[in-house]
């Protein structure tokens, strides 16, 4: 009865009298004194400095031009033709002019970026069909309901569906070098710009039979109101580039975690003869497949060519958190430097 009674009654929840539940295991509780702290804190401040000044030493390497297009040259038409878009219409095209003073030296890579745009928004990060993207048959033809309100059109489902996929970002580029006597065109390479995870893991096309299209393992589905092309004819030059594959379409489904961003667009491909180096210094182009709208949130558009280092584009945030970091430990151990030498530095208790 004694035993019965003990693993029903208060007993039975007292914990096992064992040295982890007993709080007895071995412990070290350091003692914080002024010989211990202030050297530490030296240390981290000298750390942090020499960290930052690297780092600052490496972006500052880099080379980079940014050049805001929405309204440059003859875009201007372009941006006043999409004032009141409220679905994809017909392309317009501009061309703008810029040069480079200097040359850029490597692999040189091409960005578009937009400015007051908010992918970072709990309702538009949500929007989407994460199960769709990954070629699932059944979500193709009934896609989520947190694709809402882009989850049909004319009585057929989206694909891809959602408000992240609607708003993708559709303007094209063709950049031009202008020489001393030659006019080329700069070649990129389109390929290779996604996550490999993202591009062989979390986006797949639906499944189809060995007879099927592309187009036909899509049947009875819609493209987003905002797109020109349906999701299996976006990239025409480069089949194996279509449907949910399709790496802009991979890169824009990543969103940005701030308003203002870019996003890889292409890398320079340095076979020509004429880059075999890089970028050269002189003149350019730029013709605009002008599509993407930006008036509804008063946002900006540009395009940025950058060279990389080992620590990648040119990023100042980093290195200016270093060196701040560096100073505010560097002032604390100072002013505890202070502290203990005029009032501690006798005290036995201050050093023990």
Known sequence: MGKEAAKTGPLARRPDNSAFMQQRLPAWSPMLTASTVLPFMYCMAALCMFVGVSLLITVQGTQEMKMDYTEAGNCTICFEALQNVTKAGKSCFCKVLFSLEQEFKGDVFFYYGLQNFHQNLRKYMDSRDDAQMVGRKQNLMNPSSYCEPYIMDENKPIAPCGAVANSMFN???????????????????????????????????????????????????????????????????????????????????????????????????????????????????????YNFPVQYFKGRKQVVLSTVTWFGGQNHFLPIAYLVTSGLVLLIAVFLTVIWWKFGRNARNMDE
């Open 171 to 289: 303007d094209s580029f063709a950049l031009q070098y202008h020489g001393q006597s030659l006019n080329v065109t700069v070649p990129l390479y389109r390929n290779g710009i996604a996550w490999y995870t993202d591009e062989n893991v979390k986006f797949r096309n639906p499944p189809k039979n060995q007879n099927q299209t592309l187009a036909q393992a899509f049947e009875g589905t819609t493209s987003p109101p905002y797109w020109q092309k349906p999701v299996y004819k976006l990239d025409p030059d480069n089949p194996t580039n279509n449907g949910f594959i399709n790496e802009d379409l991979i890169v824009w489904m990543r969103e940005a975690a701030f308003p203002n961003f870019k996003k890889l667009y292409g890398v320079l491909k340095r076979g020509n003869e004429t880059f075999t180096t890089g970028l050269p210094a002189g003149k350019y182009s730029m013709d605009i497949t």
